[in-house]
Nanobody, 115 residues
Framework: QVRLEESGGGLVQPGGSLRLSCVVS??????????MRWWRQAPGKQRELVAR???????NYTDSVKGRFTISRDNAKNTVFLQMNSLRPEDTAVYYC???????WGQGTQVTVSS
């Protein structure tokens, strides 16, 4: 069984930064071998794809976070990160890590941007 565990969420003021982590464990899942994604879901809204990192290392982002968020990975630690800068109140959501090949989600980590 593949397991994803997110961490790093919290309360931050507008303009602040957070770094989310997603540790992948179990089976043969490695962040280096598969596409990894970060999603988010705000209260009353549908889940939204935020960022992806592909096997070759290329990345893409939803328009609202381009230039502010960066997805990356540490192959040795089998961990994917989401660096979030210049945070805005509309970034408030539960953030989830997802590995498509195993259709597995993490439990989510809450990010709240508020003064």
């Amino acid at each position: 069984q593949v397991r994803l565990e997110e961490s790093g969420g919290g309360l931050v003021q507008p303009g602040g930064s957070l770094r989310l982590s997603c540790v992948v464990s179990g089976s043969r899942a490695t962040v280096a071998a598969y596409e990894m994604r970060w999603w988010r879901q705000a209260p009353g809204k549908q889940r939204e794809l935020v960022a992806r990192i592909f096997r070759g290392g290329s990345t893409n982002y939803t328009d609202s976070v381009k230039g502010r968020f960066t997805i990356s990975r540490d192959n040795a630690k089998n961990t994917v990160f989401l660096q979030m800068n210049s945070l805005r109140p509309e970034d408030t959501a539960v953030y989830y890590c997802y590995i498509p090949v195993y259709t597995t989600w993490g439990q989510g980590t809450q990010v709240t941007v508020s003064s």
